[in-house]
């Protein structure tokens, strides 16, 4: 049996059984199998949550609880679980009471944008505005906060959307722009901070796109680029001012490697790394260490200081081994 067969009937499993471990106010809850597209054309299977009277239908993916089966732990313990997760969804059901989706002056200030690949997502932007930048495609979502502070939701803007709204795409294009350079700046750090910040030690961050009239910038190899949530950080690289803003920190010119959809990795020119051999690292740490619907790209990125745009750098691409998996 495939896993996707077997996470499928473990997921059938689950809907059967779910209410036993719900209190009684969740007994009238339907709750069916599902499978989502995600990014790069990987598909979950989720169980979808519909309770009577909600306007958000949450889904609840099956594959890390599927993972705990196959290592052995006990069922019941699995099923509470799921449970625990299902209550926390269910919660989203206090929306911002102005948010409703068909209507875009509610949701307008709820749109962010977010960089994904193109070859990879060939399928999912068939449905979905984009606009086009190298191999990449820049797409509009509307982001919510959940009321329980637990993260965000998020549904992305679809034809069919668009098509309810009546509002042109470029608009709608431009508004999710200024929302995300106005609540996710980018933000650049010194692998140093990076490494701080992970270890948990205490450390203040500095954003060096931000720094100070005569404030050195620490000049040590690499720095990482992402925005202040270092949610969908790679999506900086839509941002209109952000060539300018790399410019004045890093006058000779920089590589962008993308670790992740999250984060990009900056190398400054003078550096002298061959772009053919930064194109390797980044394929190397896509194979071996990225999940594969968090890859952003297998290739290296720069400004063309004449174009004024982002560009491909040719030497970092070797086409036959790209997203290969």
């Avoid at 989706?101 to 949701?107: L, P």
């Avoid at 960089?115 to 999912?124: A, D, L, P």
């Avoid at 670790?259 to 790394?273: F, Q």
Wanted: overall charge negative; glycine content about 4%; some cysteine.
């Amino acid at each position: 049996m495939n896993s996707t067969v077997a996470v499928r009937a473990f997921a059938e499993g689950v809907t059967q059984q779910i209410k036993d471990y719900l209190p009684e106010d969740y007994q009238n809850m339907q709750c069916e199998v599902s499978e989502q597209q995600k990014n790069n054309g990987v598909v979950m299977t989720g169980i979808v949550l519909n309770m009577p009277g909600q306007k958000i239908a949450p889904v609840v993916y099956m594959e890390p609880f599927y993972d705990q089966i196959r290592k052995g732990e006990p069922m019941d313990q699995i099923m509470n679980r799921i449970a625990d997760v299902c209550r926390q969804s269910l919660s989203v059901r206090e929306l911002p009471e102005s948010l409703d989706f068909a209507d875009y002056d509610s949701v307008k200030d709820y749109l962010t944008v977010q960089v994904i690949n193109t070859k990879t997502n060939q399928r999912m932007l068939s449905g979905v505005p984009h606009k086009e930048m190298e191999d990449l495609s820049v797409i509009c979502r509307i982001e919510f906060p959940s009321p329980t502070g637990e993260g965000t939701g998020s549904i992305k803007v679809t034809h069919e959307l668009m098509s309810q709204w009546e509002v042109r795409p470029q608009e709608v294009y431009q508004q999710a722009l200024e929302n995300a350079v106005k609540n996710c700046p980018p933000v650049l750090m010194s692998m140093d901070d990076v490494l701080m910040e992970l270890s948990g030690l205490p450390f203040e961050t500095k954003n060096l796109l931000q720094m100070e009239e005569g404030e050195e910038i620490p000049k040590e190899g690499m720095y990482v680029l992402s925005n202040q949530t270092k949610l969908n950080g790679a999506s900086v690289l839509a941002y209109p001012n952000l060539q300018e803003q790399l410019e004045s920190v890093f006058p000779q010119g920089c590589y962008l490697l993308p670790s992740s959809l999250h984060e990009m990795i900056v190398v400054p020119k003078e550096m002298t790394v061959s772009p053919k051999e930064l194109g390797e690292m980044v394929r190397e740490v896509n194979k071996t260490e990225v999940a594969r619907d968090e890859i952003l790209s297998d290739r290296v990125y720069e400004f063309d200081k004449e174009k004024r745009r982002l560009r491909q750098v040719p030497e970092s691409i070797e086409k036959a081994k790209e997203m290969e998996r």
